[in-house]
């Protein structure tokens, strides 16, 4: 495979991101999502990864996420 080419978006909350969502998949599934899906969509596909995918994200990291992403994208 070629080497990840995509990045998160700089924001307070990245490394928690970066630590967490990369385990799993690239950059570019967030980056390529629609703009201003807010904390409710963010909040639910965080959980949903937690519940269904079973990603193990700490409760304080998961919010960490969900912020970043919130405001970030």
């Known amino acids: 495979l070629p080497d990840e080419t995509a990045t998160f978006k700089p924001g307070k909350g990245v490394e928690a991101a970066e630590n967490n969502c990369a385990a ?3 950059a570019d599934y967030i980056n390529t999502q629609p703009p201003g899906m807010g904390e409710a969509f963010w909040t639910a596909e965080v959980h949903k990864m937690i519940a269904t995918y079973h990603a193990p994200i700490e409760e304080a990291d998961a919010k960490a996420i969900v912020e ?6």
Not at 68 to 73: F, G, H, V
């Open 24 to 26: 799993c998949h690239s």
């Open 68 to 73: 970043y992403l919130a405001k970030t994208y």
